[in-house]
Antibody
Framework: EVQLLESGGGLVQPGGSLRLSCTTS????????MSWARQAPGKGLEWVAV????????YYADSVKGRFTISRDNSKNTLYLQMNSLRAEDTAVYYC????????????????WGQGTLVTVSS | IHLTQSPSSLSASVGDRVTITCRAS??????LAWYQQKPGKAPKLLIY???TLQSGVPSRFSGSGSGTDFTLTISSLQPEDFATYYC?????????FGGGTKVEIK
C-alpha cells in the first residue's frame, strides 16, 4: 500500500524558514518523480515543485522559484521541501504527491497524495 | 497556461447527470487530469489524458475533450460524489490547476 506522510509544518514568522518532509512507503521511491502542491485556506490547489526519480530534473512554480528548494533522499525514501523567505501568502496545507507512470509522457499526473501539513506564516 | 472551470459551484440531486467544463488558455492536446477533493482530505485522481479513467474510479465518471475545451461528466450523481473537482494541465511546466467546481446537494 502506497503511503505518503508529510511533516514539518507549523507557525513561522514572515521571512523565516521551514523544511517539510514526506516519508514514503509501499513503492520503489527512486523510480518515481515526486511533487509538492499546496492549498491556501479555503482556496484551490496550487502546484509548487516537482523532482525526477534520480533528482536530476527539477521544476518550480514561479511563485516559489528562488525561495523554495525541492530535494530527495532515495536511501531514506523521503522527499523534502526547504522553504526560505516565507511570506504570508505561503500559508497553506502542503501536500506531497507521487507522480504516476504514463508511457510516452514526461509530465504526468499525481496518483497518490499525502494528507498534508499546515504551514502558517504570521507574526 | 490558465485553466478556467465552470461553473464554480452547482447544486444537484442524487441521480442527476452533472457536467463540469475546463477551458485552457492555449492548446494542451489531451494533457489534462481531473481530481476530486472532499473537505479536509487530499485530492484523488479520477481521470488523466483527458479521458482515461484511473484504476478503481467508478465508471459513472467520464472525461472528454482535447485542445482547449474539456468536460468531466458524472452520469448519475451519488451521495459520495459531493465534493470539489479540479482540472490540471500536464502539457508544460509550470503545472496549473483550475479554480475548482464545488458540487453541492440540492
Amino acid at each position: 500500500e502506497v503511503q505518503l506522510l508529510e511533516s514539518g509544518g507549523g507557525l513561522v514568522q514572515p521571512g523565516g524558514s521551514l523544511r517539510l518532509s514526506c516519508t514514503t512507503s509501499g513503492f520503489t521511491f527512486s523510480n518515481y518523480a515526486m511533487s509538492w502542491a499546496r492549498q491556501a485556506p479555503g482556496k484551490g490547489l496550487e502546484w509548487v515543485a516537482v523532482i525526477s526519480g534520480g533528482g536530476g530534473s527539477i521544476y518550480y512554480a514561479d511563485s516559489v522559484k528562488g525561495r523554495f528548494t525541492i530535494s530527495r533522499d532515495n536511501s531514506k525514501n523521503t522527499l523534502y521541501l526547504q522553504m526560505n523567505s516565507l511570506r504570508a501568502e505561503d500559508t497553506a496545507v502542503y501536500y506531497c504527491a507521487k507522480v504516476m507512470v504514463q508511457p510516452g509522457r514526461t509530465i504526468r499526473p499525481f496518483d497518490f497524495w499525502g494528507q498534508g501539513t499546515l504551514v502558517t506564516v504570521s507574526s | 497556461i490558465h485553466l478556467t472551470q465552470s461553473p464554480s459551484s452547482l447544486s444537484a440531486s442524487v441521480g442527476d447527470r452533472v457536467t463540469i467544463t475546463c477551458r485552457a488558455s492555449q492548446d494542451i492536446s489531451s494533457h489534462l487530469a481531473w481530481y476530486q477533493q472532499k473537505p479536509g482530505k487530499a485530492p484523488k485522481l479520477l481521470i488523466y489524458a483527458a479521458s482515461t479513467l484511473q484504476s478503481g474510479v467508478p465508471s459513472r465518471f467520464s472525461g472528454s475533450g482535447s485542445g482547449t475545451d474539456f468536460t468531466l461528466t458524472i452520469s448519475s450523481l451519488q451521495p459520495e460524489d459531493f465534493a470539489t473537482y479540479y482540472c490540471q494541465q500536464l502539457n508544460s511546466y509550470p503545472l496549473t490547476f483550475g479554480g475548482g467546481t464545488k458540487v453541492e446537494i440540492k
